[in-house]
């Protein structure tokens, strides 16, 4: 069983960048980074596959996220630039075993992933 822990999130005004760090207490395969706000669905940010050369990302946050994973440290990040008010809730890392095809679709789907992180709240004000 794999544990994930994220670090890096605050409160930022508009604008501003944080980066997110996510570390595995063993190897991993297929990372993302999912969010939540109270209310509504945990939706899905960014995923990399295990190598680390591919990536999908939600049309929210293209262009101003950016997934990447140290495989030699466990790690996974999100560096998240020129952020916004609607990017604010809280940020889950999950990792995924079980063998799928890893899509633009499937790649931000909750149900494919199996470890879950206990979130790092990031917060933006206007």
């Known amino acids: 069983q794999v544990q994930l822990v994220e670090s890096g999130g605050g409160s930022v005004p508009a604008g501003g960048s944080l980066r997110l760090l996510c570390a595995a207490s063993?190897?991993?395969?297929?990372m993302a980074w999912f969010r939540q706000t109270p209310g509504k669905e945990r939706e899905g940010v960014a995923s990399?596959?295990?190598?680390?050369?591919?990536?999908y990302y939600a049309d929210s946050v293209k262009g101003r996220f950016t997934m990447s994973r140290d495989n030699a440290k466990n790690t996974v990040y999100l560096q998240m630039s020129n952020l916004k008010p609607e990017d604010t809730g809280m940020y889950y890392c999950?990792?995924?075993?079980?063998?799928?095809?890893?899509?633009?679709?499937?790649?931000?789907?909750?149900?494919?992933?199996?470890?879950w992180g206990q979130g790092t709240q990031v917060t933006v004000s206007s």
């Open positions: 999950a990792a995924g075993y079980r063998t799928w095809v890893w899509t633009a679709v499937s790649a931000l789907s909750n149900r494919n992933y199996d470890y």
């Open positions: 063993g190897s991993t395969v297929v």
């Open positions: 990399v596959n295990a190598g680390g050369g591919n990536t």
